[in-house]
């Protein structure tokens, strides 16, 4: 049975994000289309490096063709920024913590 590989977009353009977009090519079950980054000039340059669209993040979350949004902002963002996904509608993937602030995390 043949299965179509989920769409992901990566928000956060940083270090990390290379490993994400290198590595992805070797799972079938998902497809990195898009990066994005409050520095646009960011995701630009990893979306060229890795032959994915880059964009904002309003534009990532509003993408109906992206369904998972991996996580790579800083730590103390991640609270806020993945309730955003989960508002877009979208699956959220975050690195570790969940939220820094226990508040956010519940």
């Known amino acids: 049975m043949s299965q179509t590989p989920a769409k992901v977009g990566i928000l956060g353009s940083g270090a990390i994000s ?3 977009l290198e590595n992805s ?3 079938d079950a998902f ?3 898009a990066c994005a980054d409050v520095r646009p000039e960011a995701a630009q340059s990893r979306a060229e490096e890795y032959g994915v669209r880059g ?3 309003e534009e990532l979350l509003g993408d109906p063709e992206v369904e998972i949004v991996i996580n790579l902002t800083p730590h103390r963002t991640h609270g806020e920024v993945g309730l955003q996904v989960l508002d877009s509608g979208k699956h959220v993937y975050n690195e570790k913590p969940l939220a820094v602030p226990l508040e956010h995390g519940k």
């Open 25 to 27: 090519k070797k799972f």
């Open 18 to 20: 290379g490993k994400y």
């Open 55 to 57: 964009c904002g993040v």
């Open 31 to 33: 497809e990195v289309v």
